[in-house]
């Protein structure tokens, strides 16, 4: 979870943070904290840093946070690492190398692999966040009815705002929209005590819908998956995990159905998913993208006897981002990985590399020897130079 996603997720949610702390309390420290976020927020991803920014506009206006100096300052300080960073670039690098950061946004805006449709965020938010999506819409509307315009603006219309920006631009990922998770939560909570408080009958079925059926769904599936094993081609260990987890979340939130404490339910209800999502991380069943790869590469570590061989790649193989991500998950298999060779050509007796066929096929003689060639490694091969 380190990555610059979540920092810059995190350094949002402190700028609208600093604003409402210094709507309500009218300390600089705050008005100060509500400019210098937005550079540090651009220093990490640069023109994304606009759509937060944007959004806060109105509110930035509406309590004249424009007209104060010490806003101004935080803004310019903010900036500082970045221009830094400029400076350190361009007199290194030059200014070609610099301006690959503003074609950032012309690839942002145009097709490119992450290109999804304007309504990707619509079906793509809901999918990732159960099972508080019926919760979550609940309290987006409950929000818009709010009286108080501080909480109305940053439960209701700033989310909206960012969720309509990000949704033009061309290149979509499930993470962007990380940084109105923490209003998503607050949304989900508001809608959680809408449906435990709430007498009317349109809440009762939601209170069916979400703490019984769910529930009693996730149990007979966990309980068919485990009659039928052709269902799910995993291995045993893995099994006991889908159904800890799943038996787990469905318990905790039948058992807050039928508990009267509303806080008691409040915890059931939040302890269930805490409860699934540690499990299914910690085991590696959630996180775990490349197992079939680090699988097969640990039994062909343990067969080829690797554990203390240097094993090179060959860095002119590397021609496209396709086969670079792949030599990197490889890579990280290794127990001891080289510097990397420019071509076959550099690689000692007796020693071992990742290259392609291609290359192999360009020697033409019996010096190298293929160790595996597994589909899994493609295009990678490796090898071992035995003359």
């Given at each position: ?7 810059f ?26 400019g210098?976020?937005?550079g ?22 509406f309590?004249?946070i ?16 970045f221009l ?32 999804n ?7 793509n ?21 709010y ?46 005590v ?9 809440f ?14 996730l ?14 081609k ?8 889908l ?25 059931l ?22 197992q ?17 061989k ?9 021609r ?8 990197i998950?490889?890579?990280l ?55």
């Amino acid at each position: 979870l380190a990555t610059q996603d979540i920092v810059f997720s995190s350094i949002v949610t402190f700028g609208i943070f600093s604003c409402i702390k210094y709507f309500k309390n009218k300390n600089n420290i705050f008005l100060f904290f509500t400019g210098i976020w937005i550079g540090l927020a651009f220093m990490l991803k640069t023109y994304l840093a606009l759509i937060p920014t944007l959004a806060l506009i109105p509110f930035l206006i509406f309590s004249k946070i424009f007209k104060k100096k010490f806003f101004w300052i935080g803004l310019a300080i903010g900036f500082i690492p970045f221009l830094i960073w400029s400076f350190k670039i361009i007199s290194i690098y030059g200014f070609l190398s610099y301006s690959g950061l503003f074609n950032k946004l012309i690839s942002l805006s145009s097709k490119n692999t992450f290109t999804n449709p304007f309504y990707y965020y619509l079906w793509n938010i809901p999918l990732n966040i159960f099972p508080w999506t019926i919760l979550l819409i609940i309290g987006f509307i409950t929000s818009f009815r709010y009286k108080n315009a501080l909480d109305k603006y940053f439960l209701f219309f700033y989310p909206l705002i960012v969720f309509f920006l990000l949704s033009c631009f061309s290149t979509k990922t499930p993470y962007y929209f990380l940084q109105i998770l923490s209003l998503i939560s607050l949304n989900t909570y508001i809608g959680l005590v809408e449906v435990i408080n709430n007498k009317k009958l349109f809440f009762s079925k939601v209170r069916f819908f979400n703490f019984k059926f769910i529930p009693f769904i996730l149990i007979f599936s966990t309980i068919y998956i485990n009659i039928e094993p052709s269902v799910l081609k995993i291995d045993n260990s893995e099994k006991l995990i889908l159904s800890s987890a799943l038996f787990l979340f469905s318990l905790s939130w039948i058992c807050s159905d039928f508990i009267k404490s509303k806080r008691k339910k409040i915890i059931l209800t939040i302890l269930g998913p805490y409860l699934m999502t540690v499990l299914f991380v910690q085991s590696g069943t959630l996180n775990d993208r490349t197992q079939e790869l680090r699988i097969t590469s640990k039994y062909l570590v343990e067969q080829q006897n690797l554990k203390d061989k240097t094993v090179e790649v060959i860095k002119r193989d590397i021609r496209d981002s396709n086969a670079q991500s792949k030599i990197i998950k490889i890579s990280l298999q290794m127990p001891k990985i080289g510097n990397g060779l420019k071509n076959i050509n550099e690689l000692k007796v007796n020693q071992y590399a990742w290259t392609t066929k291609y290359s192999l096929k360009k020697k033409n003689n019996n010096s190298y020897k293929i160790i595996d060639d597994s589909e899994i490694f493609k295009p990678w091969i490796l090898i071992i130079r035995q003359k």
